[in-house]
Each structure stands twice: as C-alpha cells, then as structure tokens.
C-alpha cells in the first residue's frame, strides 16, 4: 500500500504508554499513518493536521472527549471519531453517541481488531463492540422522540438512510448507488439536519423509531 492511501489517524490521550502503545501499531502497519498524538483535547484541537480518524479517550485533562467532540468535529468536518475508553456503561456510550460519536471502543480492543476499525470508521462505517451497538440503539430508541413534526427527505435521501440502518457504510453505499463518496456524505448531512441528530446510531435509531424505514 502506498504512502498516498495511507488512513491518517490522530490520537487524544493523556496516558502516555498506552498513547505511544497506539502509535506504534498505527506507524508499524502498512496503510496507517498516525499524524499527532496529543495528551489533552485542548492540544489536539489547537495541533491537530488534516486526518480521516480520530481515536479519543474519554476522561481527559481539562474538557474530557464528549465535551471537546463538537470541537473536533467543527475543526476537521471529515473527520471520523472513535471513542477510545475504558468506560462502558449506559450514560457514557449515549452522551458519546448524541455529541456525534463515529465508533465507540474499549481500551481493551485487541490492535488487530482496532486497526480494522478505524478501516471501517474511514470507510464511513460506525464501529462498536456488538454489546456496546446494542445498548447504544435499545437507549436511543428509548430516548428519541416518536411525535414531531414529519421530517421530509427526498427519495435519495430515504434510500441512503434505509441503507444505513442495514448497517452499510458510506463506501457501499456509494457503489450501490452509483454515486461518488462525497455526494454520499453530503446526502447524509442533509439526513442530520433534517433529523436533528449527530451520529449514523441516532439517525437509525431516529428512523427506526418513527417508522421512516
């Protein structure tokens, strides 16, 4: 694989060992190229390059990894998310997945299982351990509205959202429909906004729950 193709990934954590543990995976792995590795949030949105992944810890010094995604995201757009933690429980995982959350992983991963991850969060797919995905979707479903006002999408847009309830991701997606990966990213921001939601998990658990797929 060529140095051009290479995923760019960046990493936000401030144990020092487990965050040079990471880079050099990311640095001894043809198709990975770990661009920065910071030790706070602050320093990563102040630092960070271009880059398609972004691995973060949660309990950071300073603004922790939920608080500061909405940063990061402002900041590089394009850019990919993977909460990166040690915590499991109910409140973590949704407040992750509600700021916009792109993937959420415990530190426990194996870097086999890590690196095809971050594959498929570039791809445009939401990586999670299959108990996190369920717990993610069954408290999303219990905390999205089903009344409101009836949310119009065009028949692109319903057919993109009903292909990522079936779980593709946005590189499928596109091969699927004959249309290039960025005119699938900008279908699916149109999708958020139209929703009001900030992540692939809450726009399933949106549709779902209104009966829109």
């Known amino acids: 694989m060529t140095e051009s193709v290479n995923i760019r990934v960046a990493i936000i954590e401030d144990h020092d060992d487990f965050r040079e543990g990471l880079y050099h995976v990311l640095q001894g792995t043809d198709g990975f190229r770990c661009v920065g590795r910071y030790a706070s949030l602050e320093e990563g949105v102040l630092k960070m390059p271009a880059t398609d992944v972004v691995l973060l810890d949660i309990h950071l010094p300073g603004k922790s990894g939920i608080e500061g995604l909405s940063l990061i ?90 292909l990522l309830t079936d779980g593709l991701n946005y590189s499928v997606i596109g091969e699927r429909l004959f249309i290039s990966l960025d005119t699938v990213r900008n279908h699916i921001r149109h999708i958020y906004e139209k929703l009001q939601v900030h992540s692939k998990a809450a726009a399933v658990a949106k549709a779902i729950k209104r009966g829109m797929v």
Do not use: W
């Open 73 to 162: 995201k402002q900041k590089h757009p394009n850019a990919q998310v993977i909460m990166l933690t040690v915590f499991e429980d109910d409140t973590n995982i949704f407040r992750a997945i509600q700021a916009g959350a792109d993937g959420y992983l415990l530190k426990k991963t194996p870097p086999a299982r890590l690196l095809q991850a971050i594959e498929e969060a570039a791809a445009g797919g939401m990586p999670m351990t299959p108990f996190i995905a369920r717990q993610a979707v069954a408290m999303l479903k219990r905390h999205v509205p089903a009344e409101g006002q009836t949310v119009q999408l065009t028949p692109r847009e319903s057919e993109i959202l009903a």
